[in-house]
């Protein structure tokens, strides 16, 4: 993670993404290796919530709390005046709503809530994992460009999330895990121009086993998608048509286009998703 930017923090079901954020946080003790900030764990700073906020889980206030007491409560426990509650308040949006139980709270103004109790400190870094839940387009948009907002202030900012497509708009770098391991990290634009120089061919066939099996032999990448097409790196489509002909394999689409992040990762984390 760098200052001034956005790192996406990405990974399959069970990858380990919460569980990094919560050895970060010293609330799971690591079999190895440390989390530093600044050169200091967290547990061993000096008021840590004005170097660092995180959001781990959006319904962690009490249900008979006001939005307003419930920062009130953190900032009075962090030695912060009452007044942070308001401004943070303010810079989610929540304003209107300050007066109004949590249990009213809608999944989206939970997570704005989770996010403002984030921010009180003023920290320099925000760790912050799928802040995206339960927000609406619009919400979704406000939080990129929250998040880039305080980017550009020189702020570091960790964001884990399931939105590719988000990712890509929002992340100026990517760390990519599965199954507890590190598989790729990078800015966005190299993690996506490694995987057969950005370009990415659908293909789809009747036989996509024998076509895979085909296309894997002549050094392609080839990645199954959710709707049964085919995902090619390695090999360009006029390729790909001429193995499919030679193979006797009927093509029903053979598209280039250019690889976005979700493709890359679907690649890079194929068969290892955790769906215990």
């Not at 993404?17 to 079999?31: A, E, I």
């Not at 984030?118 to 979704?140: F, K, T, Y």
């Not at 939080?143 to 990712?167: F, N, Y």
């Not at 099996?213 to 995902?231: I, K, M, N, Q, Y």
């Amino acid at each position: 993670m760098q200052p001034g930017r956005v790192t996406g923090f990405l990974g399959p079901n069970g990858a380990g993404k919460t569980t990094t954020l919560r050895m970060m946080l010293g609330l799971v003790t690591p079999s190895s290796g440390s989390a530093l900030f600044g050169g200091v764990p967290y547990q061993d700073l000096d008021e840590p919530i004005k170097h660092v906020g995180a959001l781990l889980e959006a319904s962690g206030a009490h249900k008979g709390r006001t939005g307003r007491n419930h920062l009130r409560v953190i900032a009075t426990a962090a030695g912060l005046p009452a007044s942070a509650a308001d401004e943070a308040l303010a810079r989610v949006g929540l304003t209107p709503a300050a007066k109004r139980k949590f249990k009213g709270y809608s999944l989206g103004m939970k997570q704005r809530l989770g996010i403002a109790a984030a921010l009180l400190g003023n920290p320099q870094v925000l760790i912050l994992d799928e802040p995206a839940n339960g927000l609406d387009p619009e919400g979704i948009r406000w939080m990129r460009d929250l998040l880039k907002a305080l980017a550009v202030q020189g702020r570091t900012v960790l964001v884990s999330s399931h939105l590719l497509a988000e990712m890509q708009q929002l992340a100026d770098d990517v760390v990519i895990i599965a199954a507890g391991k590190l598989i790729r990290q990078g800015p966005v634009g190299e993690v996506l121009g490694s995987m057969g120089g950005g370009a990415v061919v659908r293909v789809r066939t009747p036989r996509p086993a024998d076509l895979a099996a085909a296309l894997t032999a002549a050094a392609g990448h080839v990645t199954t998608l959710p709707d049964e097409a085919l995902s090619v790196t390695g090999l360009d489509p006029a390729r790909i048509g001429h193995i499919a002909f030679t193979s006797g394999i009927e093509l029903h689409e053979l598209t280039g286009e250019k690889a976005d992040l979700e493709q890359v990762f679907l690649q890079l984390t194929a068969g290892k998703a955790d769906i215990r």
